[in-house]
């Protein structure tokens, strides 16, 4: 009973992610010169970027009487308040108050809780932890995102899912020949196998021992939330072998994730056009009918409440080992003193 205890405390704990970690947070082509209203990791944010482009990431609320800012307004390098005006500079201080006019003493005092972002591989990354009691680490994004000998498709969506969930489905290789049976490459290899997970210097890798690259037969995992998977291709999917996919998963709050589904191939050039054009006749169509699977099945689970009563057998290693992993990075913080964030 006190590991089933322990295990629950953990889970919410962790129910709205693991804070003090770089995380994806918007597809980059998808923000302009307007200010986004996002939520992440339980907390309500505002995202915008300044007049050379590089984006920003705030609480979002006006410190004078806790408007959205996300409902304000881009000036060069300045985000304001719809409200009253206030106005805020990029590293979230306040920069006049307009009402009282300049030298006012209030807004000498008043910042803004603001996080660490930056945009790369088509994605804008944020540290969504206490960057003063634990400094943020270098961002490492999936080095195919920035290389040129990798293209493909970036698939942002939303689910009603916790993103605990999620993870424990990406390291669950045996649900690929039942789940994803009537998909365009899923259908194929055996339905029982034995597991094999290995530990990384920032995660896992959870694989089928007896066959790869015939189904969806294993996945590398990084912390906190983001996966590399290859998925065989037959020839009619066009040049650059087998599908390459990164999933990042990253908590709204308890009950809603964020994903980022990345499909890629090693193309370029023509290979790279063809691809593009195969991909719009219909890979495209492919892809998200494996993607709405997934949703339907998790979302059709109650949350993390479907943990109790679980019965886990031998195929559910990785799932074990993934959790045993979450719940050693949250001790380790705990040890450290790092506060898991807003509850």
Same mark, same amino acid.
């Given at each position: 009973?006190?590991? =089933?205890?322990?295990r629950?405390g953990a889970?919410?704990? &962790?129910?709205r992610? &693991? ?5 994806? /947070?918007?597809r980059?082509?998808?923000l302009?010169a307007q200010?986004?209203g996002?939520k992440?990791l339980?907390e309500?944010? @505002?995202?915008w970027?300044?007049s050379? $482009?590089?984006?920003?990431?705030f609480?979002?609320?006006? @410190?004078?009487?806790? @408007?959205k800012?996300?409902l ?6 300045? #985000? ?11 590293a979230g ?5 307009? %009402?009282?006019g300049?030298?006012?003493?209030t807004a ?15 994605l ?5 932890g206490?960057? %003063?009691?634990?400094?943020p ?8 995102? =920035? ?9 942002? /969506?939303?689910?009603?899912?916790n993103?605990? #969930?999620y ?9 690929g020949?039942?789940?994803h049976?009537?998909?365009? %490459?899923?259908? $194929?290899?055996?339905? *029982?196998d034995s597991?094999?997970? /290995?530990e990384?210097d920032?995660?896992l890798?959870s694989?089928r021992v ?5 189904n969806?037969?294993?996945?590398e995992f ?6 590399r ?10 040049p ?5 996919v990164?999933?990042?998963a990253?908590?709204?709050?308890e009950?809603?994730s ?8 090693r ?8 691809? *593009? #054009?195969?991909?719009r ?10 993607i ?5 099945i +998790? ?6 409440e479907?943990?109790?009563g679980?019965? +886990?057998?031998?195929?559910d290693?990785?799932v ?5 992993l979450?719940?050693?990075e ?7 003193g790092?506060?898991l964030?807003? *509850?």
């Open positions: 009973m006190q590991v =089933e205890s322990e629950k889970d919410e704990r &962790l129910s992610g &693991l804070r003090n970690y770089w995380y994806p /947070v918007f980059s082509q998808d302009g200010p986004v996002i992440r339980g309500d944010l @505002a995202l970027r300044d050379e $482009g590089r984006p920003h990431l609480t979002d609320y006006c @410190a004078h009487r806790a @408007a800012l996300s304000g307004q881009v000036h060069g390098d300045i #985000l304001q308040c719809w409200y009253h005006g206030w106005q805020y500079d990029t201080r306040c920069a006049l108050i307009p %009402t009282e300049e030298g006012c003493p000498d005092r008043v910042r803004l809780t603001s996080y660490p972002v930056e945009d790369r591989g088509g804008i990354w944020a540290y969504l206490d960057a %003063t009691l634990f400094p680490p270098p961002l490492h994004v999936p080095e195919e995102l =920035e290389s040129h000998d990798w293209n493909g498709f970036i698939l942002p /969506v939303v689910w009603q899912v993103w605990l #969930l993870l424990d489905n990406l390291v669950d290789p045996m649900h020949p039942f789940l049976a009537r998909s365009y %490459t899923l259908s $194929g290899g055996t339905r *029982q597991m094999r997970v /290995v990384t920032d995660g890798v694989e007896a066959q790869r690259l015939v969806f037969d294993g996945a990084h912390l906190p939330s983001w996966f998977v290859d998925i065989p291709y037959p020839r009619s999917a066009g650059g072998g087998p599908l390459h990164l999933v990042a990253t908590p709204i709050d009950n809603s964020a994903f980022y589904f990345v499909r890629m191939r193309v370029t050039g023509w290979k790279w056009r063809l691809w *593009q #054009l195969t991909w006749l219909y890979l495209d169509r492919a892809a998200w009918n494996v709405e699977q997934d949703r339907v +998790l979302e059709s689970q109650r949350g993390l479907s943990r109790r679980e019965h +886990l057998v031998g195929s290693l990785g074990i080992r993934l959790r045993m979450l719940q050693r949250l001790a380790n913080q705990d040890a450290r790092v506060p964030g807003p *509850q």
